[in-house]
């Protein structure tokens, strides 16, 4: 799809997903259109339970936008491209299946946002991220501002927003910004273990369970628990949960049907 700048193959119910312009993969209008329509297949696909979301090569996972797009536009055309821009890492976040990102290198500017927008993230220990946009007169535009201080809190977002200094993978770590650090040699087999352990599990509680999380995360604790409530009723009610329960009594391993 969208002329191989983004590449996906699914095995074992898993997508693998690779953003493909090396050596940057910066991300342009073309890649940000792919991804979200993309997505909306990969939940449509029965075939498929996670997404696991990386870079090609080495360098980058995705090391910005395409500033050389940007340059051109005027800020009508700006508006337009931010509207995109959220659109695709808010599907990706909103997403009815788990998305991994495995992180083989940068991801700077929009690489860190689409990073945050997915639901784990593993990292290359060369891994390095930053916000930069204020070093070029601007600030991020998709959703870096928001989501960052989720993850990092209030004062620790400010100064990585404000400063734009590139950190490692360690640091990352420390932030919580990455849930696990290994080495590059290790990246996509980590990322693939954790894949296939999701892909394991029911997939409407697993559904669930991200949609509680995710609203919990923007609601207050009462409005969450009615959420949370809601969720567990649905995943209550599925052949899955029977199967799971019969499973444990029986000692053996569930067979999740989806349903």
């Known amino acids: 799809m969208n002329d191989n700048l983004i590449l996906c193959e699914i095995e074992n119910k898993i997508a693998f997903v690779t953003i493909n312009c090396p050596p940057d993969n910066k991300l342009n209008t073309q890649i940000y259109k792919g991804l979200t329509r993309l997505m909306g297949e990969l939940e449509e696909n029965e075939d498929v339970n996670v997404i696991l979301i990386t870079g090609s090569g080495e360098e980058a996972f995705v090391a910005g936008a395409d500033i050389n797009e940007i340059a051109e536009l005027d800020t009508v055309g700006m508006m337009d491209l931010t509207k995109i821009t959220r659109i695709a890492f808010s599907k990706i976040e909103t997403l009815n299946k788990p998305v991994i990102a495995a992180i083989n290198g940068v991801a700077r500017g929009g690489g860190l946002e689409l990073a945050l927008a997915c639901d784990l993230r593993i990292a290359s220990e060369h891994a390095k991220f930053a916000?930069?946009?204020?070093?070029?007169?601007?600030?991020?535009?998709?959703?870096?501002?928001?989501?960052?201080?989720?993850?990092?809190?209030?004062?620790?977002?400010?100064?990585?927003?404000?400063?734009?200094?590139?950190?490692?993978?360690?640091?990352?770590?420390?932030?919580?910004?990455?849930?696990?650090?290994?080495?590059?040699?290790?990246?996509?087999?980590?990322?693939?273990?954790?894949?296939?352990?999701?892909?394991?599990?029911?997939?409407?509680?697993?559904?669930?369970?991200?949609?509680?999380?995710?609203?919990?995360?923007?609601?207050?604790?009462?409005?969450?628990?009615?959420?949370?409530?809601?969720?567990?009723?649905?995943?209550?009610?599925?052949?899955?949960?029977?199967?799971?329960?019969?499973?444990?009594?029986?000692?053996?391993?569930?067979?999740?049907?989806?349903?």
């Open 131 to 259: 916000f930069p946009e204020i070093n070029l007169g601007v600030i991020p535009g998709g959703g870096g501002t928001q989501r960052i201080l989720k993850v990092v809190g209030l004062g620790t977002a400010k100064e990585l927003l404000y400063f734009g200094e590139m950190i490692d993978a360690e640091k990352a770590l420390q932030l919580q910004i990455v849930n696990k650090v290994v080495g590059q040699d290790k990246l996509l087999s980590t990322a693939k273990e954790w894949a296939e352990k999701l892909a394991q599990k029911a997939p409407v509680a697993l559904r669930m369970m991200k949609m509680a999380v995710n609203t919990g995360s923007n609601v207050d604790l009462e409005s969450g628990l009615t959420v949370e409530a809601s969720c567990y009723d649905g995943a209550f009610a599925t052949e899955d949960r029977k199967e799971a329960m019969a499973a444990f009594f029986e000692k053996r391993k569930p067979k999740f049907v989806g349903r």
